[in-house]
């Protein structure tokens, strides 16, 4: 009993000893460029250790200035009626020479337009202020 085995390449029922790596590579590359692509999309962000804060209340001053911007976008500096920007950006430069410089809390409505409160923003930085707070009410408790 002895097994006769044809040499490789002797016909057409030859054994293969070879490894078909064809798949391999393919799969290989398209992993490759699937990790190049989205290598660079995970490290954009810049690594920063933020400040642990608490929003305290704070009281208002007798000569913080107090402008609201309504959900129309009129305009008010305390409880009176602004006619127009010109009106807001001469009173605006008139407290901004005064020593210690007061500070501006700005109240927008949040229906208002976002427009409205750029504006007043404007303003103030066309005034010199540099001290400007936004009033907002805290998130119910449930």
Do not use: W
Not at 107 to 125: K, S
């Amino acid at each position: 009993m002895a097994i006769d085995f044809e040499a490789v390449g002797e016909g057409d029922e030859g054994m293969l000893s070879d490894i078909n790596t064809t798949p391999l590579v393919d799969v290989m590359l398209v992993l490759l460029i699937i990790f190049l692509i989205t290598i660079p999309v995970i490290n954009t962000s810049v690594a920063v250790k933020l400040p642990k804060q608490v929003n305290q209340l704070q009281q208002s001053r007798p000569e913080t200035m107090v402008i609201t911007v309504d959900a129309s976008g009129a305009t008010y500096l305390f409880d009176t009626k602004l006619s127009n920007a010109q009106a807001l950006q001469e009173r605006l430069a008139r407290i901004a020479g005064q020593n210690p410089q007061p500070e501006v809390h700005i109240r927008g409505d949040a229906r208002a337009n976002y427009e409205a409160v750029a504006r007043v923003l404007y303003a103030c930085q066309q005034a010199g202020i540099t001290r400007i707070g936004f009033v907002t009410e805290p998130p119910p408790l449930n």
